[in-house]
């Protein structure tokens, strides 16, 4: 069974950094793209970013372009969402996902982290 693990989330004033990782253990995972996803107090999940696992392609939500960059390394099954200039209406639940296959959705979710960016 393949489970993702989040780490990195926390409490940081506005302007500030912080870097999550989301880490795949268990059997050999089949991954087409992984990404980010979030989801505020009294509102829907949305997309943040992605990435493709094979490929230098990436994808991002109008609302982070330039601040937030994802990342990943192969060998270690691992993504990264570095999250730079953050704002209050950064504050959510952060969710770790994968997509096994081009034509599907994200089908594997991590626990999620909390990201609070104070004002």
């Known amino acids: 069974q393949v489970q993702l693990v989040e780490s990195g989330g926390g409490l940081v004033q506005a302007g500030g950094s912080l870097r999550l990782s989301c880490a795949a253990s268990?059997?050999?995972?089949?991954?087409?793209?992984m990404g980010w996803y979030r989801q505020a107090p009294g509102k829907e999940r949305e997309f943040v970013a992605a990435?493709?696992?094979?490929?230098?392609?990436?994808s991002y939500a109008d609302s982070v372009k330039g601040r937030f960059t994802i990342s990943r390394d192969n060998a270690k099954n691992t993504v990264y969402l570095q999250m730079n200039s953050l704002k209050p209406e950064d504050t959510a639940v952060y969710y770790c996902?994968?997509?096994?296959?081009?034509?599907?959705?994200?089908?594997?979710w991590g626990q999620g982290t909390q990201v609070t960016v104070s004002s």
């Open positions: 268990g059997r050999t995972l089949s991954t087409y793209r």
């Open positions: 990435i493709r696992w094979s490929i230098d392609s990436r």
């Open positions: 996902a994968v997509q096994s296959r081009p034509s599907g959705a994200f089908d594997l």
